[in-house]
Every structure is written in structure tokens, then in C-alpha cells.
């Protein structure tokens, strides 16, 4: 793989094992700048899936475990594509109800959810280790939010980092 390959791969270990991400800069190039240098610093160590919904997607990125907060750097704008679609594996940016509000949370989907194709940012996809997102510890009720949750452990992007 060559180092310009590298550059949009992010290895997400966390407790069930490693999660390979393909980010996808052809879609959103503002939203996977901000995954690369967020994970480039560490940011994401620790952080807890906060929201898991069996059958729908998990959900991180915000290092205080409660949705409500992300990084210190400026919200996104959307960058909504018809090009994709959220299928098993896809990866999205969470917001708020402003469509310009993504920051540092992201969603792996469990399942093909085409309601809300065009209405999220889709910045990446699992291209390895679905198997262990699918053990993700999840929520018991409809709210989605998981007592003790699982974390990450690390992720960083694959630049630098020795197959």
C-alpha cells in the first residue's frame, strides 16, 4: 500500500479488536480532513461508543460520553452526496438538528439505513474488522445510550504506522 493509499486508512483498535476504516476524501473532504488530524492526535484514545443500537449503527466521538460535546475545532458544514449510500459498514458524521453542525462524532452502521442517505455526511467505511464492531457493547434501551461502554482503545492513521 502506498503512502498516499495510507493517507485516507485509519486503524481503530478497540476492545473486540482492530477496525480498518477507509475514509472517503472523494465525498467529504472536510469531514475526512477532520477524522485524519483528529485521530492523528489522539483525540479519539478512550472514547466511548456512547449511543449503540442494535440493527442501526454506534456511535462516538465525543470524549465526555454523554453526545453532547465533540472537539475544539470549528463545527463542519454538510457535505451531503448522492454518490453513497449508508450501508452496513458506512461511516457518517453525527450532528445536531443543524445540518451544519458535524464535529468530532461519527456512526458505523449495522445495517442499510437509506433514510438518512442525503441527509449525513458519509465520510468513510469499515473495509476491515466489521465483525468486531458488530460486538460493540450495546444499549439496552430505545434511547440508545450504553452504561459502561466500550472505547477506544487507539486510532491514528495508518501513515507511520508499521502494517
Same mark, same amino acid.
Given at each position: 500500500?502506498?503512502?498516499?493509499?495510507?493517507?485516507?486508512?485509519?486503524?481503530?483498535?478497540?476492545?473486540?479488536?482492530?477496525?480498518?476504516?477507509?475514509?472517503?476524501?472523494?465525498?467529504?473532504?472536510?469531514?475526512?480532513?477532520?477524522?485524519?488530524?483528529?485521530?492523528?492526535?489522539?483525540?479519539?484514545?478512550?472514547?466511548?461508543?456512547?449511543? @449503540? %443500537?442494535? $440493527?442501526?449503527?454506534?456511535?462516538?466521538?465525543?470524549?465526555?460520553?454523554? #453526545? +453532547?460535546? &465533540?472537539?475544539?475545532?470549528?463545527?463542519?458544514p454538510?457535505?451531503?452526496?448522492?454518490?453513497?449510500?449508508?450501508?452496513?459498514?458506512?461511516?457518517?458524521?453525527?450532528?445536531?438538528?443543524d445540518?451544519?453542525?458535524?464535529?468530532?462524532?461519527?456512526?458505523?452502521?449495522?445495517?442499510?439505513?437509506?433514510?438518512?442517505?442525503?441527509?449525513?455526511?458519509i465520510?468513510?467505511? @469499515? %473495509?476491515? $474488522?466489521?465483525?468486531?464492531?458488530?460486538?460493540?457493547k450495546?444499549?439496552? #434501551? +430505545?434511547? &440508545?445510550?450504553?452504561?459502561?461502554?466500550?472505547?477506544?482503545?487507539?486510532?491514528?492513521?495508518?501513515?507511520?504506522?508499521?502494517?
Amino acid at each position: 500500500m502506498s503512502s498516499e493509499d495510507k493517507n485516507d486508512i485509519i486503524h481503530m483498535d478497540i476492545p473486540h479488536g482492530r477496525v480498518i476504516i477507509k475514509l472517503r476524501p472523494d465525498l467529504a473532504p472536510k469531514a475526512a480532513e477532520r477524522i485524519r488530524t483528529l485521530a492523528a492526535e489522539g483525540f479519539y484514545d478512550n472514547v466511548p461508543f456512547h449511543r @449503540v %443500537i442494535p $440493527g442501526f449503527m454506534a456511535q462516538g466521538g465525543d470524549p465526555t460520553g454523554t #453526545g +453532547m460535546h &465533540g472537539s475544539k475545532l470549528p463545527d463542519l458544514p454538510a457535505e451531503f452526496t448522492n454518490k453513497a449510500k449508508f450501508e452496513r459498514g458506512t461511516i457518517g458524521m453525527a450532528r445536531t438538528s443543524d445540518p451544519n453542525s458535524a464535529n468530532s462524532q461519527f456512526f458505523i452502521m449495522f445495517e442499510p439505513s437509506p433514510h438518512l442517505d442525503g441527509q449525513y455526511t458519509i465520510v468513510g467505511e @469499515v %473495509i476491515e $474488522g466489521m465483525e468486531n464492531v458488530d460486538k460493540i457493547k450495546h444499549a439496552s #434501551g +430505545m434511547s &440508545g445510550m450504553v452504561k459502561d461502554p466500550d472505547r477506544i482503545s487507539r486510532m491514528r492513521p495508518a501513515v507511520g504506522e508499521k502494517s
